[in-house]
Nanobody
Framework: VQLQASGRGLVQAGGSLRLSCAAS????????MGWYRQAPGKQRELVAD???????NYADSVKGRFTISRDNAKNTVYLQMDSLKPEDTAVYYC?????????WGQGTQVTVSS
């Protein structure tokens, strides 16, 4: 099982960044995919997730700025992040929920400078 994330980077406030996470080697049914983040000194929090049926859920802090999407055929989830703010700086973790458990990616750093 592998969750391969890409898109880490340093951007200025107001900029955009796109994260992607491809899941491979999973033989169970994927029910949802999403992204969490953890800033220094803070708990990990949900950013957004999307079910296999396309239902999305966003943290209030990112609504209207971030868009989550997925390609079921490729087991890939994307997070388009626009109008980034310094408070979006965190390590972002890909999350995959299956019918038997939860999988986590290694995390990718996103830094937004003011």
């Amino acid at each position: 099982v592998q969750l391969q994330a890409s898109g880490r980077g340093l951007v200025q406030a107001g900029g955009s960044l796109r994260l992607s996470c491809a899941a491979s080697g999973i033989f169970f049914r994927i029910t949802a995919m999403g992204w969490y983040r953890q800033a220094p000194g803070k708990q990990r929090e949900l950013v957004a997730d999307i079910t296999s049926g396309g239902t999305t859920n966003y943290a209030d802090s990112v609504k209207g700025r971030f868009t989550i999407s997925r390609d079921n055929a490729k087991n890939t989830v994307y997070l388009q992040m626009d109008s980034l703010k310094p408070e979006d700086t965190a390590v972002y973790y890909c999350n995959v929920r299956t019918n038997v458990g939860v999988l986590w990616g290694q995390g990718t750093q996103v830094t937004v400078s003011s």
